[in-house]
């Protein structure tokens, strides 16, 4: 599992909060000393974009402010645009209210949802569903973890929470309920045999 694929794609795919999960993960996983700048600025990046949509203007030209200058650091030519649309962030904090953000690459290439592993989906699934709050997905992305222990790499709980996750239609999330629901009932059923 790489957590920087997995945060680029979410972030690529608008879960600006959700990417903030697995990149702050992979920081804080590394010693204090060998944290790199460009996640830092990643990081804050994803947290400006989130705040910036959801009304906090302060919050997100401060982020977006701040990122800029991790970023500023890093010297990598795939993160100029995203300086460049940081500070007109900065100066403008309603600009991600209309207006798209940069698509982040990941060794050359955008990562989106779908270019993810099916191990990688788990993960995007469980940040996407903290974030969010959101308890069908989290169900979701249980039995997404699970199927692929088992090595069950076609099973519809990856495929419907890879959908879901690409594009949160309701007729996608009510597919996705009638599966977990099928579950359920089905643990349901062989937990009774038992007892």
């Known amino acids: 599992m790489d957590r920087l694929r997995i945060g680029i794609a979410l972030y690529n795919s608008g879960w600006y909060l959700a990417a903030h999960e697995p990149l702050e993960a992979l920081w804080l996983e590394r010693p204090a000393g060998e ?9 804050q990046a994803t947290a400006a974009v989130h ?17 800029r200058g991790y970023l500023n650091g890093c010297g990598d030519t795939a993160v100029d645009a ?4 940081l500070g007109r962030l900065a100066a403008d904090p309603t600009l991600a209210d209309g207006e798209v953000p940069p698509e982040l690459r990941f060794d050359g290439e955008v990562i989106g949802i779908y270019d993810l592993h099916p191990d990688e989906i788990a993960h995007a699934a469980e940040a996407v569903a903290e974030t969010e709050a959101d308890e069908l997905l989290i169900n979701a992305a249980e039995y997404v973890a699970a199927d692929l222990a ?41 937990e009774g045999l038992f007892k």
Do not use: C, M
Request: aromatic content about 6%.
């Open 82 to 85: 995203l300086r460049e649309w």
């Open 51 to 67: 705040k910036s949509r959801n009304g906090n203007e302060a919050g997100a030209a401060g982020l977006a402010e701040s990122a």
């Open 35 to 43: 944290r790199e700048d460009y996640l830092q600025g990643l990081i």
């Open 150 to 190: 088992a090595g069950d790499e076609s099973s519809p709980f990856v495929t419907l929470t890879l959908d879901y996750i690409r594009d949160p239609t309701a007729i996608v999330r009510q597919r996705l309920r009638e599966h977990v629901e099928r579950r359920r009932a089905r643990e349901s059923d062989v």
